[in-house]
């Protein structure tokens, strides 16, 4: 259906999920608890889910089917939290059917992928969002604010990664294929900590990659989780990397390090981004168990020409929950040509630019 900006942003939204995992229960938590929207449809291949979530929430719309939802539920928006590789079939049909798309990181399971859907709400003059959760971090929030602020000066070198101990995700499900995942731990979980550093950094084009990629444990079938809620089948091979390393060429001469694992021989989990600058440094660290979890924001500068390490004081993680509302607000203002994805397909270019470097073994420019 179509919306004109000025009654769009005066009424109520009419909201939909489709994908009943982890992610899209997070995106139906958000548009239920917001007054602005009524969440007027559900599709997932569960009916018991489809029950479940719909009775929870008054949710009118229940469909296995999403073409139908789209065709019937008379949306203004939709949440895509499905496999990776339906994103770009499901988002263009969104798109096209005039509804404004919210999807899961990562965009798509190739660049070209993600580069169509673009087109697809650029064609249409819809918002086309990917959901980039962490960054809603109350540590990320208020490291960002620093660095705006210009206390680091310029930013030449970054470290990021995440590494899990024991956490691939549904081990025999389409996470674990090539084809509709499109890549192991550094589509899955290096895309948050990448999207995190270029956006801590101010949004640095990514110009070469020189990456590779491992897989020790999941073809052994260690390290698996009790991520995701998809059928496990028999038989499905491990066809993608549990590690991928990477050093990056930004523009301006500055570079970033990133490492994805979804299983290691370390003590707990680690997630960190730490930042290199010209007046000053900073760090955001987290991880640890369950039972012992850790958080750490630092500063490192000079006050008064005296050594200074600062602590910032840090506000409440947005999560899921803020980067829908963010979505929801670019709806809202009408200004729907600025939002038409092109962020997060310069982050799903660079994942295809480390796996084609670790493919051929060599740094791999990027046309800009
Ligand atoms: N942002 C985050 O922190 C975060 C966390 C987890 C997953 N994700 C992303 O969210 C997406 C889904 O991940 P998940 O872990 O929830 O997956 P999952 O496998 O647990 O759940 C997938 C859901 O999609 C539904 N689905 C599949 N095919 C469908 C179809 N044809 N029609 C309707 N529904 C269909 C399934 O029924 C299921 O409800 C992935 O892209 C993943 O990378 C993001």
Redesign the pocket.
Request: proline share 7%; no cysteine.
């Given at each position: 259906m179509t919306v004109a900006a000025p009654e769009g942003a005066q009424r109520k939204l009419r909201a939909g999920v489709?994908?009943?995992?982890?992610?899209?229960?997070?995106h139906v938590a958000a548009y239920a608890a917001d007054p602005a929207v009524d969440l007027v449809a559900l599709?997932?291949?569960?009916e018991h889910?489809l029950e479940q979530f719909g009775q929870e929430h008054d949710v009118p719309g229940r469909y296995?089917?999403?073409k139908q939802m789209i065709a019937e539920a008379e949306l203004d928006v939709v949440s895509i939290?499905?496999?990776?590789f339906?994103?770009e079939p499901?988002a263009v049909h969104a798109l096209e059917a005039g509804v404004h798309v919210l999807?899961?990181?990562?965009m798509a399971q190739t660049g070209e992928a993600a580069a169509r859907m673009v087109e697809a709400a650029h064609r249409a003059g819809r918002v086309l969002e990917v959901?980039?959760?962490?960054r809603q971090r109350g540590d990320v929030t208020a490291l960002k604010a620093v660095v705006d602020s210009g206390v680091l000066g310029n930013l030449y070198y970054a470290k990021a990664g995440w590494i899990r101990r024991q956490g691939i995700?549904?081990l025999g499900?389409?996470?674990t294929k090539a084809a509709s995942?499109g890549g192991g731990a550094m589509m899955?979980i290096g895309i948050?900590m990448l999207d995190m550093a270029l956006h801590l950094m101010g949004e640095p084009e990514v110009t070469a990659a020189s990456a590779s990629t491992h897989a020790e444990f999941g073809p052994l079938g260690r390290g698996g989780s009790g991520?995701?809620?998809?059928q496990v089948e028999e038989g499905v091979p491990f066809e993608v990397e549990d590690l991928a390393t990477a050093f990056l060429r930004l523009d301006g001469g500055g570079t970033m390090l990133l490492e994805s694992s979804w299983a290691q021989w370390i003590p707990h989990d680690l997630c960190y981004v730490t930042l290199y600058g010209a007046d000053g440094g900073a760090t955001i660290e987290w991880g640890g168990d369950p039972t012992h979890p850790h958080q750490v924001l630092k500063v490192w500068t000079e006050v008064a020409g005296i050594p200074a390490e600062l602590q910032p004081v840090v506000g409440e993680d947005g999560r899921?929950a803020a980067a829908i509302a963010e979505f929801l607000q670019k709806v809202q203002s009408g200004d729907w040509a600025a939002h038409e994805g092109s962020l997060a397909l310069r982050r799903a270019r660079v994942i295809d630019a480390c796996y084609a470097s670790a493919k051929a073994g060599a740094e791999v420019a990027l046309a800009h």
């Open positions: 489709i994908g009943l995992g982890w992610a899209g229960q997070q599709s997932a291949m569960e889910l296995q089917d999403w939290a499905t496999p990776t339906l994103h499901m999807t899961e990181k990562p959901s980039f959760n962490h995700p549904g499900t389409w996470f995942s899955d948050h991520f995701g809620i998809s899921h």
